[in-house]
């Protein structure tokens, strides 16, 4: 699950692996995580996986419990409400900014990510979907040009790709497919410069990713994978 590391760069390099391992869906939600033993997985101090935790923390993708123990986080559709109308707001407003402020190079490296998540859906291959589709959203808060937007989204948004990723390992290939093809209108908007449009675009499919979160966590199904 883990490759040894070098003391180099030892705590962001730690937070990327758990983070990565987090999201890929090989650590599971309510998963309790130990700091000893990932140290010796890691090969790393105590000291760099504690900072390590922090940070992850910091993202929302894990919780310490007070004497309990430190655990991959979960989340009940109370905590999903809340993050889209965060979403809703902040991150309407780094489509908007990214239509009218994305370079040549900004837009062509969205469009080759969007192009690796439909092949990804298409091959039904979850942890390369779910990784391809949080670095779409990523990129899109980067092209907006405002890095306090784009901090308090990754606050905000992190822990709902990590728990989609936690749902998403046994779905219908199709229902992949299908969200990775939602994300071509708001492609196509920010690729044509248009703000309106663009906001138009991203009100209308968040209100559709909400609409089946809501359907799929009532059902107490495998919840599509919604980005």
Known sequence: MFERLTPNTMRTRIAQQIRQ???SNQLKQGERLIERK???ALGASLTAVREALIELESEGLIVKRANLGTYVNTMGMAEIEKIFEVRSVLEA???VEAARNATDEQIAALETTY???VDAARAQDTRTFNQRDMEWHAQVWRMSGNEYAES???RAVLPYFAFIAIRIAAVDPMSLLRDALGHLPLLEAIKSRDAEKAQQAFAST???WLA???TEFSDEGHLEARA
């Open 38 to 40: 990932l140290a010796t």
């Open 206 to 208: 968040l209100e559709g």
């Open 212 to 214: 089946i979160t809501r």
């Open 93 to 95: 407003f780094a489509v």
């Open 115 to 117: 192009l690796e998540m």
């Open 21 to 23: 391992v987090i999201l």
């Open 152 to 154: 308090a989204l990754r």
